[in-house]
Nanobody
Framework: QVQLVESGGGLVQAGGSLRLSCAAS????????MAWYRQSPGKQRGLVAT???????NVADSVKGRFTISRDNAKNTVYLQMNSLKPEDTAVYYC??????????WGQGTQVTVSS
């Protein structure tokens, strides 16, 4: 059984910062991709940022220059540093990992609310 535990969400004013963390535990093959997605009410879940086992990272255009994804392979943990937050960043943020077999795992989600 694989468990992803997310933390770091909350309420912040526009222009503020938050750092999300997601720690993976349990029985899984070596992690390949670690990613963050988000979903706002009435919208589909969308990709925010990804990082692969080699450390290469990509972020969505909507958060480029404001969000940074990083990972600690020894701790099976992925982070999302979010700066200059905007009200439109308000969403439930989900952690996702893909192991080397291609299996997907999801976290339970953490709420991020940005007030104007």
């Amino acid at each position: 059984q694989v468990q992803l535990v997310e933390s770091g969400g909350g309420l912040v004013q526009a222009g503020g910062s938050l750092r999300l963390s997601c720690a993976a535990s349990g029985s899984f093959f070596r992690i390949n991709v670690m990613a963050w997605y988000r979903q706002s009410p009435g919208k589909q879940r969308g990709l925010v940022a990804t990082t692969n086992s080699g450390g290469a990272a990509n972020v969505a255009d909507s958060v480029k220059g404001r969000f940074t994804i990083s990972r600690d392979n020894a701790k099976n943990t992925v982070y999302l540093q979010m700066n200059s937050l905007k009200p439109e960043d308000t969403a439930v943020y989900y952690c996702n990992i893909i192991d080397t077999r291609g299996y997907y795992y999801w976290g339970q989600g953490t709420q991020v609310t940005v007030s104007s």
